[in-house]
């Protein structure tokens, strides 16, 4: 039987602390080992404790969230770090991505999305929440047509529909909207998405975005606004 994943909490609400520990209790497979309502003891936390997952609120009373990121990461490059906040700004997001975290999550999420953002964290990809996602792609769509080498980058196993699906989604379209644009079904929308997924190694749409953005199909500056 594998271990139990080690997770930490750092958050300054300790009513919102007992739910995320509510949610979290439902998977077996995860422990928490300690919390904490400020930046400080949680960091002496995370070297004590020495956990897999650190949950991070940005907005503590004593530390910037952001740079407690880097901190943590300096304990152990290994530590697993996602944010969940109030915050939905784009900014927020990017620097959380840019500080290390693995993940973040909008805190009116976390019901439905915590386990499921865990799980992909813990696996080692990249989590971003769906009610901020298509905000944060759509930010980074609307620009002039580059002139991009795609030959050897896995992009050019695309098939041309594929490439014009992957195009939506990377706009923030969702699959019906995706599937009503191109006058295809939902079930081949997803099937797409499936083969694109598979022979590009990606798994989440932030790893979309990261890998429109290494080929230059997406102007990467645009986050810093």
Known sequence: MSPKKRILIIDDHPLFREGIKAIIGHNPGYEIVGESGTGRQGLEMVKEFKPDLVLLDVGLPDVRGLVLIGDILRCSPKIRVMVVSMHSKIDYIVKAFQCG????????????????????????HYYMDTSVSHQVVKKLIGLPEKQVALAGTGYDLLTAREQEVMGLLAEGLSTDQVSDKLFISRKTVENHRHSIMRKLDLHSTIELTRYAAKLGLIDVELWKE
């Open 101 to 124: 975290a693995m993940g973040y999550l909008v805190k009116e999420s976390a019901a439905d999305l915590l386990l499921d953002g865990i799980d992909h964290v813990l696996k080692g």
